[in-house]
């Protein structure tokens, strides 16, 4: 059954800015999408776009079916119904995310007693058992978010997003502000409850190795446009775009001497979302652009099993072009 | 912390820009647990702080006291002349009278007699009035406590109410056009905008009749419910000028720190939970936009004591504020004395209160 | 904020490329100027309140053209006491027969001046004991807070009230007196910048390369803090024109010069208020209020550009 249908989603900016620019995604009841990308590249408006969380000025177009319902076009008082009952969202950097002065039980409580009609007394008792459930004493409700490590914090975060019971969880960044360690009790306190709970998970961050280990697919998106999709594994060790290559690459295989030699980072950033450059808007930074990329701009296409890549090396067999590309990419070797 | 919103402030020149006291609130949270956990260690730590608060408040009082002794001397006019109003007295009179106002006593006794009787409450006896100084300021309190207190509630309440509103939507039309209004009220001489009331609606104009009574508390001879309609008719032209004077600050104040939170992510993840915009606003934004607002009412509700001085002259309210107009013009140094003296006490108090009360509101900074 | 326009190109070497520097510096300042003026303009409010400064400014320069030289004089007076607007005197006259336009163009005078010297008086209290303290560790600097927060405590009218009772009366009592009783919101702001500017790591080199603390202070703290002092001044002015106007209506000014306060007192003296006599006593309130006015919007304009995080302001 699916969970999360996303069709051409757009979102422009008060401004011009085009942070999202037709967007298609799936997701199924309990499986694991990650989406990965540079910061920029329009993922946490991606996220807020789901429940519909931007700004009254941001121009959003598509449609974001949640079980089968269109939260773009349904009433106000249905997305809120929908909103954290149907979908809940884990925020990055949980300190700002939180209200400093409520207690984290109350924040925890306060969804609850909205949507799912509870007594205080139940709610108490259900907050007390969600912070066990993510590993915290229940004796933890009192405190103030100031009072709390950063990794207790996403800990009540994580409690707070399970507290309706909902279908979908969107985690934006879950971990960027934590120490590794951390990071790696969160991910795998994420992946135990989504596994236990049969969630469905939307996983945003910019670490796709993260992404790798959590998710059963991949979604790479850069300047507002899914680039690759495909099965995590896959994506992340074979990539089939440059930008989703250059990616996985940034990361270094610890204990392999060959990545220590070889850097592959990406030069340049990710363009002005207000002034997009022609054609496929990876050809500035792209190491092995063709002349056709400045021009055409590339469609996501079917790139074997299950994925979809949008190059104009993917699914095509132009030799003379692929030599030209090669020479121009070793003109491009020097420069790093 | 507030010290960025000051300069909008700078009406209030006492307003109390950064010396809030989250800088002095001990121990930073979740350090290192000592031996008596959390608690009590955040417990110690906030009565170490109230108390050098309490200490730092007596001080300031005991040089307000000083001040008050030595400033008022300094009037370089003779008070037994002023006293006797230029009628001719003999010398050996003059003699008596500063005998009897301990004038005749050299300065260091007169200071140290000061100071003991102000201690004990005794401010010394009006030359104006040949009554106590405490008599004539207990006197005129309850009046204007009765006054600025119910102006202090209405544009507080007033205040936080627009200017939440104003914040919330700020851009909008009616957030403009608050603003603006509340820039103009706010430059509004208070003085002028009462002796105007009082043209417009007590003596009455064109066509608009007197409504309201020129000043006073009271017309007399009233009983009962009859006496405290009567006393409320008097207030609402002295209310309103305080309130048309006094919102503005508050309302922008509150506007400006409800700015300050809205960009925040904790009111997406408020929204996100599905709640009603007004219950983001009342629940989420409002409580954390208040706690700088919350100092500036502390610092009004000094004044409330120290009464407005304008207002009550022109309105001839018999209050503090009244009183102290009408002794500085004779001069009458013990009053004059004592009405400094209860005013910066006044303003010093709820200054500590707030300084005291502030990390009960605000969790952060520890208890 | 403006850092850039304020480190200064010339060190102790390189004299040859000190006059460079010094035109660098110039155009540097220029550019910043430029900037501010483009960010100043988008604010509607600022400009309203420039465009009516403007105004009384010239009406107060030009005073004895607009209403004549004469006008103030009680013996000289042209109309009747009291009369009410006519073609004559478009605001009717006061109690000795002088006209109220006259007597409100030549209050301007008085009002501007005593609004910016006892601003400047007090913006120059608070800067040096904001940058001493803020700059200076050791006990002084403790003693000098404390008298700051004592002042801060002070009801601020009372003493300016009080100040002004026991010296002459005299504008410049007034002047000192606002001057006096008002600077300590500045001296904690400029201490709050100070302390922040010397944090930053050129601080640091200018005290490696001999700079004695006079050095630091006046060619580094100083002008990092001058930017948020114009915005504090502007603010202090208009409350000072308030301060001002409430003195003399309590008669605690020079009660030979005209200014608006003053006009009020007398008129409520002349019983203006019973007899309803409106023309006589709208208009030094109504001026009052727009001078004031203008220069909050013109301080919150300033603020506002120097501090674009404080979100939009009409």
């Known amino acids: ?336 | ?367 | 904020m403006t850092t850039s326009e304020t480190r200064k190109a010339s060190g102790p070497g390189a004299p040859g490329s000190v006059v460079d520097a010094r035109a660098l510096a110039r155009a540097r300042r220029r550019a910043s100027l430029a900037r501010f003026w483009r960010s100043y303009r988008a604010h509607r409010g600022g400009l309203w309140g420039l465009g009516l400064l403007i105004v009384f400014a010239v009406v107060a320069v030009t005073a004895p053209l607009l209403a004549g030289a004469d006008s103030q004089s009680v013996t000289d007076a042209e109309g009747g006491p009291l009369e009410g607007p006519s073609g004559r005197f478009p605001l009717g006259t006061d109690q000795f027969g002088r006209s109220v336009l006259a007597l409100l163009v030549y209050g301007s005078r008085i009002s501007l001046t005593v609004g910016l010297l006892a601003a400047f008086l007090c913006v120059a209290i608070g800067t040096v004991v904001g940058i001493v303290a803020g700059h200076f560790r050791g006990w002084y600097a403790t003693v000098l807070m404390r008298i700051t927060d004592w002042f801060l405590v002070m009801p601020t009218l009372v003493l300016a009230i009080a100040l002004a009772t026991v010296m002459s009366r005299s504008m410049w009592t007034v002047i000192i007196a606002i001057g006096v009783t008002t600077w300590p919101t500045t001296a904690r702001l400029v201490r709050a910048q100070t302390l922040s500017v010397e944090s930053r790591p050129y601080i640091e080199r200018a005290r490696a390369l001999g700079g004695g603390h006079g050095h630091v202070m006046v060619r580094h703290v100083l002008p990092n803090v001058m930017p948020l002092v114009l915005a504090q001044t502007t603010m202090i002015i208009s409350s000072a024109i308030l301060t001002e106007a409430t003195l003399a209506f309590l008669g605690l000014s020079d009660p030979t010069i005209t200014s608006w306060g003053g006009m009020l007192q007398d008129a409520r003296e002349a019983g203006a208020v019973s007899a309803g006599d409106w023309w006589y006593l709208a208009p030094p309130g109504i001026a009052i209020a727009a001078v004031a006015l203008a220069f909050t919007l013109c301080g919150r304009a300033v603020e506002s550009v120097l501090n674009p995080k404080l979100g939009v302001r009409s």
């Open chain 2, 1 to 367: 912390m507030t010290a960025d919103s000051t300069p909008a402030l700078a009406k209030s020149a006492d307003a109390r820009p950064g010396s809030g006291p989250a800088a002095a609130a001990g121990p930073e949270p979740g350090a290192r647990p000592g031996t008596r956990g959390p608690r009590a260690r955040n417990l110690r730590a906030y009565l170490q702080y109230a108390a050098a608060k309490i200490v730092g408040a007596a001080v300031s009082l005991f040089a307000v006291l000083v001040t008050s002794f030595f400033l008022f001397r300094l009037i370089p006019s003779d008070p037994v002349k002023q006293m006797t109003g230029g009628r001719r007295v003999s010398t050996q009179q003059l003699a008596a009278l500063r005998h009897q106002y301990g004038l005749d006593q050299p300065m260091w006794k007169q200071f140290t007699s000061y100071i003991g009787d102000a201690l004990s409450g005794d401010f010394g006896i009006s030359y104006q009035y040949h009554t106590p100084v405490i008599d004539k300021i207990t006197g005129a309190l309850p009046a204007t406590l009765l006054l600025t207190g119910t102006a202090y509630v209405l544009y507080s309440a007033l205040g936080i109410w627009l200017g939440t509103r104003s914040g919330w939507r700020s851009g909008s039309r009616s957030d403009r056009f608050h603003t603006a209004f509340a820039l103009t009220l706010y430059s509004v001489p208070s003085f002028w905008l009462g002796l105007l009331l009082i043209i417009v609606f007590a003596v009455g104009i064109g066509p608009i009749p007197g409504m309201f009574p020129t000043g006073g508390l009271e017309q007399g001879g009233l009983h009962g419910f009859s006496y405290v309609v009567d006393v409320a008719h008097h207030m609402v032209l002295p209310v309103v000028t305080l309130v048309a004077v006094g919102y503005a600050q508050t309302l922008l104040v509150m506007r400006s720190s409800l700015l300050d939170e809205m960009g925040s992510d904790y009111l997406t993840t408020a929204r996100a939970k599905g709640l009603r915009d007004d219950l983001v606003r009342r629940r989420h934004a409002v409580p954390n936009a208040l706690l700088p607002t919350f100092t500036l009412m502390f610092v009004n509700l000094g004044h409330v004591v120290a009464g407005q001085i304008l207002v009550e002259t022109v309105f001839s309210w018999p209050g503090l504020g009244g009183l102290f107009y009408q002794a500085l013009s004779v001069p009458d140094l013990p009053l004059v004395q004592g009405l400094f003296f209860v005013f910066a006490t006044a303003v010093i108090l709820a200054n500590t209160l707030a300084d005291i009360l502030y990390p009960l509101l605000d969790p952060r900074v520890g208890r």
């Open chain 1, 1 to 336: 059954m699916t969970l999360l249908q996303v069709r051409d989603l757009t979102v422009t900016y008060d401004g011009g800015a085009r942070a999202v620019r037709g967007v298609d995604l799936t997701l199924a009841a309990g499986q694991k999408l990650g989406v990965a990308g540079e910061s920029g590249c329009g993922k946490s408006t991606l996220a807020l776009a789901l429940l519909r969380l931007l700004p009254a000025s941001a121009k959003v177009t598509g449609e974001v079916l949640l079980g089968g319902e269109d939260v773009l076009t349904m009433k106000w008082g249905r997305v809120r119904a929908v909103r954290w009952a149907g979908a809940s969202i884990v925020f990055q950097g949980a300190m700002h995310s939180l209200n400093a002065v409520h207690r984290v039980g109350d924040q925890i409580a306060e969804p609850i007693l909205l949507h799912k009609r509870a007594t205080r007394e139940g709610a108490r008792r259900k907050v007390a058992e969600l912070l066990e459930h993510v590993g915290l004493p229940a004796a933890r409700a009192a405190s103030y978010p100031h009072e709390l490590s950063g990794g207790q914090r996403q800990r009540v975060m994580i409690a707070m997003a399970l507290a309706c019971d909902p279908e979908l969880i969107v985690a934006d960044e879950p971990t960027t502000a934590l120490d590794v360690m951390i990071q790696a009790q969160i991910l795998g306190l994420i992946s135990r409850l989504v596994a236990e709970q049969d969630l469905g998970l939307v996983m945003i961050s910019h670490d796709l190795a993260v992404l790798a280990d959590t998710c059963d697919r991949l979604a790479v998106m850069y300047a507002g446009r899914v680039v690759e999709e495909g099965p995590a594994a896959q994506v992340y060790a074979d990539a089939l775009h440059p930008y989703g290559k250059a990616l996985s690459g940034s990361f270094p295989t610890i204990g392999d001497p060959a990545s220590r030699f070889a850097p592959r980072g990406l030069p340049g950033d990710p363009p002005d979302p207000a002034a997009l450059p022609p054609g496929c808007t990876f050809h500035p930074r792209c190491p092995v652009a063709l002349d056709v990329c400045a021009r055409d701009d590339q469609e996501l296409r079917p790139a074997g099993a299950g994925r979809r890549a949008a190059c104009v090396r993917v699914g095509r067999t132009g030799a003379a072009e692929d030599v030209r590309a090669r020479v121009r990419g070793q003109g491009r070797e020097p420069e790093h």
